[in-house]
């Protein structure tokens, strides 16, 4: 399989200051976190990313290291980004703003009037955001019947979808898609004049449901979620919102001609070479997960943040073409890396048919196919499960699983030969001749037969083929056939 993508654990080490002398900006006000400025003037930037809290969200790391290298959405001036608390109002409508390149104009409108009926307390107590509040007013990001905005109020997944949805320009979607029969459980929690927002929300791949089936419309966005959301509108921005990345001396996308250990080389639309350092502080992200600069191919599509000729962070964009391998084996383990609504993502580890070990990711885009369930999630795979998957690099295209049908064939007094997979003080894995995988409880006065009577746990590791006697999947002695001598 071709080189895996690597997830790297002490995604809390991931503070990085890098910076020269130039000109930051701050918002003043105590509960809005300190903003700094990346729009470059005279070729002058400061970039501070440094978390105390990364690890809290760790899925999150590349939306939330990303919006803030584009001067959407910032930390706290105590140095933390506190992902897990709920966002308000205000703060979303600003980075709303702020994603669509209208921060200029919004600063420039500190003073404006606003049409809210609570526009005496947005002054009072957000008065640094009223510039923000008018020109999302101008942009039609609220609902004509919208009289309130309730700044401090926590914002709902269904408030930030349809702010969202109006700063990409999809509202006449929205009003074509009200009809729309939305799919999830709790539908009749989502207001009738809100379904087309919704519907397109999904659509564009911005905002999804649970794997329960559920939308969850009133639940508050935490910071973290927010972060993803903001990236992935910003992924949906008409072209002359996306200009200002490119008016940018620090921002550079195309495709991996060369990289190394120490630098990248990356070549634009116009066939032009550009080369920057890589350093030990240097961040690189795919869709989800943090990786390391080896898990960068030739040919792999990026987006590059990058100061004095060093990078900053690398966005893998998209992947080279690669074949698409088949995999067949057994599942040794299944790990969810994300509880967050659409990231879905999961490490599969599967011991193969061929002996090896591979490990592969489940995604949202992952085809699952259950023998007997019409509604398959990945969720539902378990240690033991036979599978087939449809890889492609280290991403797991389509998973055809195949559950056990067997389950009370160990019902009663039993014995079965196998090679051992795995071996815990509790439990024992084997794999049988047919290269079924089957896993164990171990009793407390387990007998163990072997010629060497005095070390025969030692014995008792992976590829030692065994024989196991018990009852009702309770295993009482094991004999040990063979010994595989490799340490």
């Known amino acids: 399989m071709k080189r895996m993508r690597k997830f790297l654990s002490g995604v809390a080490a991931a503070s990085m200051i890098l910076g020269v002398a130039g000109t930051a900006s701050a918002d003043s006000n105590k509960s809005q976190s300190k903003h700094v400025n990346f729009h470059s003037q005279n070729g002058n930037v400061k970039?501070?990313?440094?978390?105390?809290?990364?690890?809290?969200?760790?899925?999150?790391l590349r939306y939330i290291t990303s919006m803030q290298a584009e001067g959407v959405f910032s930390g706290y001036e105590d140095g933390t980004f506190r992902p897990n608390q709920a966002i308000n109002r205000i703060e979303a409508v600003v980075a709303a703003v702020r994603l669509m390149g209208l921060e200029a104009e919004a600063k420039a409108k500190g003073d404006v009037d606003l049409n809210f009926k609570d526009a005496a307390k947005i002054k009072r107590e957000y008065g640094w955001a009223t510039g923000y509040v008018a020109v999302a007013l101008e942009k039609g990001?609220?609902?004509?019947?919208?009289?309130?905005?309730?700044?401090?109020?926590?914002?709902s997944r269904l408030w930030v979808a349809t702010l969202l949805v109006r700063a990409l320009g999809y509202q006449d979607d929205a009003l074509e898609l009200m009809n729309t029969e939305l799919e999830f459980k709790d539908k009749d929690q989502i207001p009738a004049g809100a379904v087309g927002y919704i519907a397109v929300a999904v659509r564009e791949g911005i905002l999804t449901g649970y794997e329960d089936r559920t939308f969850r419309p009133n639940k508050p966005v935490t910071r973290a979620e927010m972060a993803a959301l903001l990236h992935r509108a910003g992924e949906k921005l008409p072209w002359e919102y996306k200009l200002k990345k490119k008016a940018h001396n620090f921002w550079f996308e195309g495709t991996v001609t060369d990289i190394d250990d120490d630098s990248i080389t990356i070549e634009d639309e116009k066939g032009r070479d550009t080369t920057l350092e890589i350093t030990d502080h240097t961040l690189v992200?795919?869709?989800?997960?943090?990786?390391d600069t080896s898990n960068i191919d030739v040919g792999d599509e990026v987006e590059i943040w990058a100061l004095a000729g060093r990078a900053l962070l690398i966005?893998?964009?998209?992947?080279?073409?690669?074949?698409?391998?088949?995999?067949?084996?057994?599942?040794?383990?299944?790990?969810?890396?994300?509880?967050?609504?659409?990231?879905?993502?999961?490490?599969?580890?599967?011991?193969?048919?061929?002996?090896?070990?591979?490990?592969?990711?489940?995604?949202?885009?992952?085809?699952?196919?259950?023998?007997?369930?019409?509604?398959?999630?990945?969720?539902?795979?378990?240690?033991?499960?036979?599978?087939?998957?449809?890889?492609?690099?280290?991403?797991?295209?389509?998973?055809?699983v195949e559950k056990d049908d067997d389950d009370n064939q160990w019902e009663g007094e039993f014995e079965v030969k196998g090679t051992i997979v795995n071996m815990t003080s509790s439990t024992i894995t084997i794999k049988d001749e047919n290269n079924k995988q089957w896993k164990f409880e171990l009793a407390d006065d387990l007998e163990i037969k072997y010629e060497d009577l005095d070390d025969n746990w030692m014995h008792l590791r992976q590829g030692t083929k065994v024989k196991l006697q018990g009852e009702d999947a309770m295993v009482e002695v094991i004999t040990i056939l063979d010994v595989d001598d490799e340490e």
């Open 47 to 60: 970039i501070d990313i440094r978390f105390k809290d990364s690890n809290e969200a760790e899925w999150a």
């Open 141 to 155: 990001l609220f609902d004509s019947v919208e009289n309130e905005l309730q700044p401090g109020r926590e914002a």
């Open 285 to 291: 992200f795919n869709d989800r997960n943090r990786l």
């Open 315 to 400: 966005e893998i964009e998209e992947e080279a073409e690669q074949d698409i391998e088949e995999i067949k084996g057994t599942v040794q383990s299944i790990t969810r890396v994300s509880d967050w609504d659409d990231s879905r993502q999961y490490r599969l580890v599967i011991d193969t048919d061929n002996d090896d070990r591979e490990t592969v990711w489940i995604t949202a885009s992952t085809k699952i196919e259950i023998e007997g369930d019409s509604t398959p999630t990945a969720g539902e795979i378990e240690e033991g499960d036979r599978v087939e998957i449809q890889a492609r690099g280290a991403y797991a295209v389509e998973v055809e």
